[in-house]
Protein backbone atom coordinates (compact mmCIF):
# COMPACT_ATOMS: atom_id res chain seq x y z
CA UNK A 1 0.00 0.00 0.00
CA UNK A 2 1.59 3.44 -0.67
CA UNK A 3 1.71 6.31 1.31
CA UNK A 4 0.38 9.66 0.32
CA UNK A 5 2.69 12.28 -0.18
CA UNK A 6 0.83 14.35 3.35
CA UNK A 7 1.40 11.37 5.20
CA UNK A 8 4.62 10.70 4.26
CA UNK A 9 5.92 14.01 4.99
CA UNK A 10 4.30 13.52 8.56
CA UNK A 11 6.44 10.27 9.07
CA UNK A 12 9.54 12.31 8.38
CA UNK A 13 8.47 15.19 10.61
CA UNK A 14 7.70 12.91 13.48
CA UNK A 15 11.35 10.91 12.64
CA UNK A 16 13.19 14.53 12.77
CA UNK A 17 11.61 15.60 16.09
CA UNK A 18 12.20 11.94 17.23
CA UNK A 19 16.32 12.52 16.12
CA UNK A 20 17.10 15.85 17.38
CA UNK A 21 15.34 14.56 20.98
CA UNK A 22 17.68 11.71 20.74
CA UNK A 23 20.65 14.27 20.45
CA UNK A 24 19.45 16.28 23.38
CA UNK A 25 17.52 19.25 21.77
CA UNK A 26 13.83 20.22 22.78
CA UNK A 27 11.01 20.75 20.67
CA UNK A 28 9.88 23.96 20.92
CA UNK A 29 7.38 23.90 17.31
CA UNK A 30 6.24 22.09 14.53
CA UNK A 31 4.87 23.89 11.81
CA UNK A 32 5.76 27.14 13.47
CA UNK A 33 3.85 29.99 11.15
CA UNK A 34 4.17 33.44 11.08
CA UNK A 35 1.79 34.80 7.99
CA UNK A 36 3.37 32.94 4.64
CA UNK A 37 6.51 31.47 6.14
CA UNK A 38 6.66 28.16 7.93
CA UNK A 39 9.41 26.54 9.92
CA UNK A 40 8.86 22.80 9.83
CA UNK A 41 10.47 22.21 13.14
CA UNK A 42 12.15 24.91 15.71
CA UNK A 43 14.85 22.98 18.44
CA UNK A 44 16.67 24.12 21.58
CA UNK A 45 19.47 22.94 23.10
CA UNK A 46 19.89 24.75 26.40
CA UNK A 47 19.47 28.44 26.52
CA UNK A 48 22.26 28.80 24.13
CA UNK A 49 21.06 27.38 20.92
CA UNK A 50 17.80 27.91 18.61
CA UNK A 51 17.96 25.82 15.72
CA UNK A 52 15.09 26.15 12.99
CA UNK A 53 14.34 23.24 10.57
CA UNK A 54 13.79 22.55 7.44
CA UNK A 55 12.52 18.55 6.95
CA UNK A 56 12.71 17.33 3.62
CA UNK A 57 11.19 13.54 3.13
CA UNK A 58 11.28 11.94 0.18
CA UNK A 59 10.04 8.49 -0.76
CA UNK A 60 13.61 7.76 -3.12
CA UNK A 61 15.97 9.75 -4.67
CA UNK A 62 14.89 9.14 -8.29
CA UNK A 63 14.17 13.18 -8.49
CA UNK A 64 17.42 13.87 -6.73
CA UNK A 65 18.60 14.47 -2.99
CA UNK A 66 15.70 15.89 -0.91
CA UNK A 67 18.31 18.82 0.48
CA UNK A 68 17.94 20.26 -3.25
CA UNK A 69 14.49 20.95 -2.71
CA UNK A 70 15.31 24.08 -0.70
CA UNK A 71 14.30 27.02 -2.82
CA UNK A 72 15.88 30.73 -2.12
CA UNK A 73 11.93 32.12 -1.80
CA UNK A 74 11.86 29.22 0.86
CA UNK A 75 14.93 30.29 2.48
CA UNK A 76 13.56 33.75 2.45
CA UNK A 77 10.42 32.62 4.27
CA UNK A 78 12.43 30.56 6.74
CA UNK A 79 14.21 33.13 7.97
CA UNK A 80 11.05 35.88 8.12
CA UNK A 81 9.63 33.03 10.69
CA UNK A 82 13.05 32.76 12.44
CA UNK A 83 13.48 36.20 13.06
CA UNK A 84 9.94 36.51 14.14
CA UNK A 85 9.94 34.09 16.63
CA UNK A 86 13.43 35.50 18.12
CA UNK A 87 11.51 38.62 18.84
CA UNK A 88 8.48 36.27 20.19
CA UNK A 89 10.35 34.60 22.46
CA UNK A 90 13.15 37.34 23.33
CA UNK A 91 15.59 35.16 22.38
CA UNK A 92 19.73 36.26 22.68
CA UNK A 93 21.67 33.28 21.95
CA UNK A 94 22.85 31.11 18.42
CA UNK A 95 20.51 30.48 15.61
CA UNK A 96 20.99 27.54 13.32
CA UNK A 97 19.43 26.75 10.08
CA UNK A 98 19.42 23.40 9.24
CA UNK A 99 18.30 20.90 6.51
CA UNK A 100 17.34 17.26 7.90
CA UNK A 101 16.74 15.01 4.19
CA UNK A 102 15.24 11.99 4.92
CA UNK A 103 14.52 9.15 2.54
CA UNK A 104 11.93 6.41 3.20
CA UNK A 105 13.83 2.87 3.27
CA UNK A 106 12.03 -0.02 3.66
CA UNK A 107 12.44 -0.17 7.35
CA UNK A 108 12.23 3.80 8.43
CA UNK A 109 14.65 6.64 7.21
CA UNK A 110 17.78 7.60 6.34
CA UNK A 111 18.69 10.61 7.76
CA UNK A 112 20.78 13.41 6.26
CA UNK A 113 21.81 16.58 8.66
CA UNK A 114 23.19 19.65 7.05
CA UNK A 115 23.83 21.57 9.77
CA UNK A 116 24.00 25.76 9.18
CA UNK A 117 22.64 24.79 5.68
CA UNK A 118 22.43 28.29 4.91
CA UNK A 119 22.47 31.70 6.79
Known sequence: MSTSAHELG?????????????AGYAVLARGYRHGRAEVDLVVQRGQELLVFVEVKTRSGSHYGPPETFVSNRKKELFRLA?????????????????????????????????????Y
Open 82 to 118: ATHLQEELNWTGDIRFDILALTQLSQGFRLELFEDAF
Open 10 to 22: RAGEMAAATFYQQ
